[in-house]
């Protein structure tokens, strides 16, 4: 099971904590430390659409209004805060974010 996120995002540590917890292994894959491949990005884009991209955070907030219609990956790719978080992948099975339902689904 992958954790693709930022270590200091409060919603990445609270999934890393509670699938821990529930006796899991996560492994965190810091997006700022270790960027994703552009197939990575391809492929989380393919399962989640326009989801992937948090347009509530600061750095949404400082683009352009063109580079905000610029494609979804070469964005994440170019400014990896962009993407919203957590990515939790095990095998086949993915979710976006640590909500209650993605609680519900890997706890």
Known sequence: MKVYGIKSCDKVRAAMKALTSAGRAPELVDIREQPLQISDLEAFHSAFGDRLVNRQS??????????????????????????????????????????????????
Do not use: C, F, N, Y
Not at 60 to 87: C, F, N, T, Y
């Open 58 to 107: 600061t750095t949404w907030r400082q683009l352009s209004e063109a580079e905000r219609g610029d494609d979804p990956v070469a964005l994440i790719a170019a400014h990896p805060a962009l993407m919203k978080r957590p990515v939790i992948v095990d095998g086949a099975r993915m979710s976006i974010g640590w909500d209650a339902a993605a609680q519900a689904d890997w706890l």
